[in-house]
């Protein structure tokens, strides 16, 4: 009896044992089948596409709040040099206070409307192209500038068609940076009162523990800024066919 019992125990024990090796193996894959079944979910109520609307809104008009302001400002500071001695050193000094250290100033400001959100956004997005359009028209060769001159451009003409193609290599990758830092800078600025968004939908699982839609929150960002990666490439190759650079770049 004894004996049969024991020998019951072990195999309990052996399938115990199996089945927690079984469980092993099934582990990595048990994570991503929940978070594709939260991420279907999510699809199926329309709350995925809801926040993911809301959360490019604020995006895309912080980009163009922010990058219209830098790129003008970027112009001027790169033109004139009073313009420069006026501005760039405040520039800079804003530049180097954190996102995260301007929530308590922008809802003083703003309140915990979508304007915070948006300004954040703004500010995000503004440095690194003001910082590379200035760049940009800096370090256009100034020998190329006098050639034009000499074929008798000048005015307006002078920006447009030497100074400002001159510029533009590096203007663009202000903004390949800047489409970078959009998400990121939305990320912190969702956080404000929320009750829409791709933050609001992760902090909202976060305070739930719901994982698997804070992943799936994580990769909706992931995403995002992938496919703005890839607009910064495709306005590249448009916008800089022409430049000698690039088209060795493409060759190899």
Known sequence: MSTVSGNRAAGFNLARLNLG???LRLAPWIVPLAVVKAAWSLIQSGEMWADVKVS???????????????????????????VDIALDTTVQM????????MIPLVILWFGIEEEAKVFLVSLGVFFPIYVNTYHGIRSVDANLIEMA???GVKGFALYRDVILPGALPSILVGVRFAFGLMWVTLIVAETISAQSGI?????????FL??????????LYAALGKLA????????RVSLRWHPAYQRGTKA
């Open 229 to 236: 990666d890839m607009l910064a490439k495709g306005l590249e």
């Open 56 to 82: 490019t809104w604020r995006a895309v008009s912080g980009f163009a709040i922010g990058g219209g302001i830098g790129f003008v400002l970027g112009l001027a500071t790169g033109l004139f040099r009073p």
């Open 94 to 101: 804003i530049r180097n206070i954190p996102a995260l250290a």
């Open 199 to 207: 933050g609001y939908m992760t902090m909202n699982a976060r305070e």
């Open 210 to 219: 719901q994982t698997d839609v804070v992943v799936v929150g994580i990769l």
């Open 149 to 151: 001159r000499s074929y």
């Open 21 to 23: 090796l079984l469980a």
